[in-house]
């Protein structure tokens, strides 16, 4: 294919793909030439009959691949968002194929010895010279060749089964709906949620990522939220021994690596550093979480008149704030449209802090008809890169909400960076997109990651933005979750979708109230999928285990088993974990909350959103990257090490 589109840079402004040229058919000869490019590529920096040098290696390597990772940017991109049944096929060919190309580079003899012989000259070289050596130690450079060929196959059917896994869970989305033919069991959901629902006479609820789905806390029919619970929890059964083999895979991977589990192996190159650091800042949380939330369930049994079941939690949590504090929070969803939310709230939170501005660009255009394209500015006029937003649910997309880059900045490639944020917003059949709060909160949350990427101001590529350790990557995206709610860039976005009134003051002091109940249901969520998330990964070689029981054993073992609350994710529809790049990981979130929380003090005590605030923060941690060290960067901002008490203050548990 002489016109295939990944065959050249885009001539489109910073090189954003031109989706309307690209067709499924090129993606395999993409991957195919790309993959060969890339290897010659590397054989021609390992076999270099010049002494090992930092440009000829490094800096060679970091040029390296451009077509491949041309393709792979948007290939991800389209499996993520808009999964047709022809990139599901694709899917399942490719992940092997890429897992075994990564695997000739990180295994590559030659090209090992040779990175051991570069010299750096100045610190962003050497922390690129550490990185590497870092990385190619922990993929298995130093490993015997009987070990490389094991390691090679443990990769090669890790990539398999988490492509299964992602494909059941997506599958589930649609296969496992709620589906109801009498709208009066649907009572609750406002008119427009069901006039988007509607499908042949049939009212069709897709399953979200998570276990609580958000109309458990809108349907007033108890039976109805039941089958809805039900059916989230039980979904993709098939998963369960998918996800008992990806462990068993990954222990016996981590074996080979020295490490006696893939927690330990996974968490030495993040900032936690060890797993008993993590245990400890998770074990610190669950007493105050369970007792809180143990308090709450008894609030909610009284207010219910009955003792609580999972599906009756989020319903009654509403009833209670509506009692203690007179809060509705479905009072808020009109004063929340979307566009408003991002014009008037994101867009204003990010040229308050940062001076920079937003320029709609409808002659550009994404990979389905949902996505917008703005270009961002500097104060003074220099374009900074472009955002995409792809906001609406659908059944080709995968739960949840995410940001990724389809071009990396870097100075030394001269590329300027293409960020896009997923949501899974239902979309209304007609009239404006109205948000909830939640909804509201992780959108900042997302151009929080966002602001990492555009931000970015590195020479390589491999430092790029959000390429910092994982359980560092959530704190600026949280950090930005709190100019949500911060009253002056509140009171400029929230308004009247009719009238254009301002959200009423005494809805916002309701709403700051009640936002300390619930709390504890919260944290013992989230605590309690990290926990399972550490459990499967804390497994030993040889470890016995029974799929069937182990989650609840997990959970029991750590104090964190509640009948009323389970997991935000079981272990058959954990994507985080069992099919991306967060094994033994979750902990990330409040690992990194800690800091946001830190921070968020360090914002007000030093007078808030203000462009001298903004301008520290982005130049401190935004535009570094992972060019120096994550907590080096923290404490330069703060002066010192982070501390819990801000956290337990956010969540209401101090």
Request: glycine share 6%.
């Amino acid at each position: 294919m002489t016109d295939n589109p990944f065959f050249a840079p885009s001539g489109l402004p910073h090189q954003l793909p031109d989706f309307a040229g690209i067709r499924e058919e090129h993606f395999l000869p993409a991957f195919t030439r790309g993959m060969a490019e890339h290897l010659a590529e590397i054989e021609a920096i390992a076999n270099n009959p010049e002494p090992a040098t930092f440009d000829n290696t490094l800096v060679a390597l970091e040029r390296s691949g451009r077509t491949l990772h041309r393709v792979e940017t948007v290939f991800r991109t389209l499996a993520g968002s808009d999964a047709t049944d022809g990139i599901r096929e694709i899917e399942k060919e490719i992940a092997p194929r890429a897992a075994n190309h990564r695997d000739a580079i990180s295994l590559h003899r030659a090209l090992w010895e040779r990175i051991k012989q570069v010299t750096a000259s100045d610190p962003e070289e050497a922390r690129l010279l550490e990185r590497y050596r870092t990385d190619f130690a922990n993929a298995g450079a130093d490993l015997t060749g009987d070990e490389q060929a094991r390691l090679r196959q443990l990769n090669e059917e890790l990539a398999g089964l988490a492509t299964d896994f992602a494909q059941n869970v997506l599958s589930a989305s649609s296969d496992s709906a709620l589906v109801v033919r009498d709208p009066a069991r649907l009572d609750g959901l406002d008119e427009a949620q069901i006039r988007a629902i509607e499908k042949d006479g049939e009212y069709v609820l897709p399953l979200l990522n998570f276990t609580m789905q958000p109309a458990l806390a809108q349907l007033t029919d108890r039976g109805t939220r039941e089958r809805l619970y039900t059916l989230s929890v039980e979904r993709a059964p098939a998963n369960l021994d998918l996800a008992a083999r990806i462990a068993e895979l990954r222990v016996e991977r981590a074996g080979l690596l020295g490490h006696p589990d893939h927690a330990s192996h996974k968490v030495s190159d993040q900032t936690a550093r060890t797993v008993e650091a993590v245990e400890e800042r998770l074990g610190q949380l669950v007493g105050p979480a369970v007792r809180n939330a143990l308090k709450e369930a008894e609030a909610l049994a009284e207010q219910a008149g009955h003792p609580i079941e999972p599906w009756d939690w989020s319903f009654y949590a509403e009833k209670v704030k509506k009692t203690r504090h007179d809060f509705d929070k479905s009072a808020l969803r009109p004063y929340f449209e979307l566009d408003r939310v991002y014009r008037d709230g994101v867009f204003h939170a990010a040229a308050r802090l940062y001076g920079i501005t937003f320029t709609e660009r409808s002659d550009l255009h994404g990979y389905h008809p949902d996505v917008r394209v703005w270009e961002v500015f500097e104060e003074d006029g220099t374009a900074l890169g472009l955002f995409l937003l792809d906001p609406y649910a659908r059944p080709t997309k995968r739960g949840g909400a995410w940001m990724h880059t389809l071009v990396d900045q870097s100075f030394l490639l001269d590329e300027r960076p293409v960020v896009v944020n997923n949501l899974n917003v239902t979309k209304p059949a007609s009239g404006p997109t109205l948000l909830t709060l939640d909804e509201v909160r992780t959108a900042f949350h997302e151009f929080g990651h966002t602001l990492h990427g555009l931000f970015s101001a590195v020479r390589f590529p491999r430092f790029s933005g959000t390429n910092v350790p994982r359980d560092f990557v959530e704190y600026p995206s949280q950090v930005n979750e709190m100019w949500a709610y911060q009253p002056e860039i509140l009171a400029n976005y929230a308004r009247h979708h009719e009238t254009g009134e301002p959200v009423p003051a005494e809805l916002v002091e309701r709403m700051t109230a009640a936002a300390r109940f619930n709390q504890g249901f919260a944290t013992v969520e989230y605590l309690a999928a990290a926990l399972l998330d550490w459990s499967w990964h804390r497994i030993g070689a040889g470890e016995a285990v029974e799929p069937a029981t182990f989650e609840e054993r997990a959970l029991e073992s750590w104090g964190v088993s509640l009948a009323q609350v389970r997991p935000r994710y079981r272990s058959t529809y954990f994507m985080h974990v069992f099919s991306n790049d967060y094994s033994a990981g979750y902990y990330s979130y409040v690992w990194s909350e800690a800091l946001a929380a830190d921070n968020e003090e360090w914002f007000a005590a030093n007078g808030g959103p203000t462009r001298e605030n903004g301008d520290r923060f982005r130049a401190g941690v935004l535009s570094v990257g992972g060019s120096v060290d994550a907590m080096g960067a923290f404490r330069g901002l703060l002066g010192r090490d982070p501390q819990m008490g801000p956290l337990l203050r956010r969540r209401g548990l101090e």
